[in-house]
């Protein structure tokens, strides 16, 4: 016997976006990814060799609090 | 079920917590209070222990956490700002920058770490200036009002123009960075020797003591200001788009006195500029409240942002300006956007409704940590200290008579007040009748400057009859500076300021209770329905929390006495063996540390045994390929033998008691002196090649992306502002 699906309410859209508090349930927030999304929302892509860089920088001074510190300095 | 909100506020200054249950503010606190240090920014941890101890639920019972600014825009401000005025923001750049990037970037991982890993939804964050509007509307009495947030600066907005109804609120316009009235009267504040962040309030209290001499001279060189209250700033005479400080030389040129350093003399040039900026801030205010008037037609008006608690000008608003009333956040700074950021995800994101109660919903402020009956008692226990328990009864009568005799009293009952302002919680109270009672409590017990006045709690039945107030009329939260009446002000000497003005409390039964009742009994023996009521603290220390802190700062200073709840303590029948020996309790004094303790982090000071476990391997690692380097170039196993050797010796040290701390603490502090040489040279190199540059390109192209130009012919320097549509992307970082 075939299974049936249920009909399909055509009032609502079949993707309907997830409401506020069903994405607060189900976001991973990422720093990276909505500095992204905030350079091409605001055009600003040309900063995005910036960005880069400077987390490139968050990353050296990141490890420089660690037991690290010592060789990353001696990098430079 | 009950829907459980924290709201937060941290990193910049004035951390706090809040915590709203199905819409209720059930408790808020700022984490300076239980830390123990002025305007603590940090991760506001014991402030979100004690707010959920109060509701009795922990980090994994909470449904939201919502944080009050969205850091991606706050950087965009920052990047934005370099870009503009590079070569000449390379001291903000070399000290700002690596905080950025280490911490305050990746908010949802610092929350995350702040809450110990135990909330795991999605963090909401808000604009700054929403967060203040929140805070100002939503606990607000009005169905629907005005709403003007004013401070220093947020992500790129310095005041915001907007409306609240029920239980949404829109903001519609805003002044933008570097624009700010804020960042204004701070740096007039640094130039009169106060603290910034804290001495605003000092200035204001000098203004009348001056001529506003310069008012003109401001007015005209350094500020471009329309008639709807919006302007620019010349930023030549300020240094906070890029330099160390706020003010530059040229401000100091302008008013032909350098800035006064902290303690020196105060002259009279100082009180006339003071009296200026206070003008000239009143008159911006005024325009901004019409402004926001016209374009709203509401006949109420909600104050937020750090410039709300500029309560001489929030007096003229209210009676100058087009208002019927005005309600000011009493928590209008940072700490209070905790709370606003939690009723915003309530009311607006969770679409909740609202209902304006005829009072308010703010709870007095009343909303930090009680202590019962049994914590007092432990607290007292041992210390040798002679403490009365008395009925409310006898305390009312037995303070009431110590305040009549000119006896200065610590009053510390209830929950304590959330915001700047002592409440009649932690309150130091006095009789306002005693001509010198200012300058006794100035100078024996809080140790602050002479010229600053106090502020009268009055019953509510009574207040319109000392104070320039309707009968009847409320203003439980000290926001408000009024005149005071003619024949009222020969009468309460220690509460009216020199220009006649005093910033008021009216206390009223169902708000303050205890406190109420107590200046009931202070009428019923002298016929004054008027208290003077003083934050309990001294100078540069937050006000008190806990029992602990009462008794020391009894003990600090000259108090006469103290109540603790229902506890009345009298300096002169305390031993003065208990009251050294308490005075000397507390937190140990700090002591000379050795060097390395100058150069190197707490934490790396004091590593704990999972870092000194990191630190042997890398030591093994190490000598490792130091041994394997040798016996390529030399053939010799041995030398690869000895290189393991060493390591494993290495490893082995890292966990001798002592040996390893102390070969971690040197190995770190090499870390931080080749960063001090370094680290400037590489934020140099990556400003100079990257920052400069394009900033240079962009001066020669005429671009003003921050606005820095005055344009004389505009009506208006407001732009608009847009409430975000889609509830989600208060889950995005921008």
């Known amino acids: 016997m075939p299974e049936t699906s249920p009909p399909e309410n055509k009032d609502e859209p079949v993707h309907a976006p997830p409401s506020f508090e069903e994405a607060a349930r189900t976001t991973r927030q990422s720093t990276l990814r909505d500095a992204l999304a905030y350079l091409r929302e605001t055009r600003k892509l040309w900063l995005s060799p910036v960005l880069v860089i400077l987390l490139i920088l968050g990353l050296v001074l990141a490890l420089s609090g660690t037991v690290l510190s010592p060789l990353i300095y001696t990098l430079f | ?734």
Request: charged letters at 25%; glycine letters at 8%; hydrophobic letters at 45%.
């Open chain 2, 1 to 734: 079920m009950s829907t459980r909100i924290l709201g937060i506020s941290a990193f910049y200054h004035d951390a706090s917590a809040a915590l709203v249950i199905d819409g209720e503010l059930v408790a808020a606190a700022q984490e300076e209070r239980f830390s123990r240090l002025k305007n603590d920014d940090a991760f506001p941890r014991r402030a979100v222990s004690a707010c959920l101890a109060e509701a009795g639920i922990g980090i994994e019972d909470l449904d939201y956490v919502a944080f009050y600014e969205k850091p991606l825009l706050k950087l965009d401000r920052i990047l934005e700002t370099h870009l503009s005025c590079a070569p000449f923001t390379f001291p903000q750049f070399r000290r700002g920058l690596p905080t950025w990037l280490g911490r305050k970037l990746f908010l949802p991982r610092a929350l995350a770490s702040g809450l110990d890993g135990r909330y795991r939804r999605a963090f909401v964050f808000t604009d700054h200036h929403e967060a203040h509007a929140a805070a100002a509307f939503f606990p607000s009495p009005f169905e629907e009002a005005a709403i003007l947030t004013v401070d220093g600066v947020g992500e790129w907005s310095t005041t915001t123009l907007g409306f609240g109804r029920k239980n949404r609120i829109e903001l519609s316009h805003e002044l933008r960075f570097p624009h700010s009235l804020g960042l204004l009267y701070s740096a007039f504040t640094q130039w009169a020797g106060f603290e910034v962040n804290t001495g605003e309030y000092m200035l204001m209290g000098l203004a009348p003591y001056g001529e506003p001499r310069y008012e003109a001279l401001i007015r005209e060189r350094m500020i471009d200001l329309k008639p709807d209250g919006s302007f620019r700033l010349e930023m030549h005479y300020f240094d906070w788009l890029g330099g160390s400080t706020m003010i530059s030389s040229a401000f100091e040129r302008l008013f032909g006195a350098p800035a006064r350093a902290p303690g020196a003399p105060i002259e009279q040039v100082h009180k006339d500029v003071a009296a200026s900026i206070q003008r000239v801030t009143e008159d911006i205010l005024l325009r901004l409240a019409r402004t926001v008037a016209g374009k709203t037609g509401a006949k109420h008006l909600c104050l937020g942002g750090g410039c709300a608690l500029n309560s001489v000008a929030v007096g003229r608003i209210q009676r100058e300006g087009p208002f019927e009333r005005v309600w000011v956040q009493p928590a209008a700074g940072d700490a209070g956007s905790a709370a606003g950021v939690a009723l915003f995800v309530w009311h607006h994101l969770l679409d909740k409704p609202r209902e304006a109660r005829a009072g308010d919903a703010q709870r007095a402020s009343l909303l930090g940590p009680a202590h019962d009956t049994a914590s007092i008692r432990k607290a007292l226990a041992g210390r040798g200290l002679c403490a009365h328990e008395l009925d409310e009864e006898a305390l009312g009568r037995r303070v009431a008579e110590a305040l009549d005799e000119g006896r200065v009293m610590g009053f510390f009952q209830g929950r304590m007040e959330f915001g700047p302002r002592a409440l009649g919680s932690r309150s130091i109270l006095a009789d306002p009748r005693v001509a010198g009672m200012k300058d006794t409590i100035n100078r024996k017990i809080k140790f602050r400057e002479g010229f600053r006045p106090f502020a009268p709690s009055v019953l509510s039945e009574d207040a319109h009859q000392f104070f320039d107030v309707a009968p009847g009329e409320e203003l439980p939260y000290m926001t408000h500076v009024v005149p005071v009446r003619e024949q009222a002000a020969t009468a309460l000497p220690a509460v009216t300021h020199v220009d006649g003005s005093a910033r008021i409390q009216t206390v009223d039964e169902a708000r303050h209770g205890l406190y109420y009742r107590l200046i009931q009994a202070f009428r019923a023996r002298t016929g004054c329905p008027v208290l003077l009521n003083t934050s309990f603290n001294v100078r540069g220390e937050p006000i008190v929390c806990s029992p602990e802190d009462a008794l020391r700062c009894f003990a600090r200073t000259d108090l006469d006495g103290l109540v603790i709840e229902h506890f009345l303590l009298l300096r002169d029948e305390q031993p003065p063996d208990a009251m050294a020996a308490l005075a000397a309790s507390g937190p140990p004094a700090k002591r000379a540390s050795p060097i390395l303790d100058h150069i190197l982090r707490p934490e790396d000071a004091h590593p704990s045994r999972r870092t000194l476990m990191q630190f042997g391997l890398l030591l093994l690692v190490l000598a490792m390929v130091s041994g394997g380097v040798a016996w390529r170039g030399s053939g010799d196993r041995k030398d690869l033998a000895a290189g393991a050797l060493a390591g494993a010796a290495l490893f082995a040290c890292a966990f001798v008691p002592g040996l390893g701390r102390a070969m971690y603490r040197a190995w770190m502090a090499l870390g931080a002196l080749l960063g001090v040489v370094v680290g400037p040279i590489v934020l140099g190199a990556v400003y100079l090649v990257i920052f400069a540059p394009i900033s240079l390109v962009r001066s020669l192209l005429g671009r003003d992306p921050l606005g820095l130009r005055f344009d004389r012919n505009a009506e208006s320097y407001l732009s608009d502002k847009s409430t975000h549509r889609d509830l989600r992307r208060y889950l995005r970082l921008y």
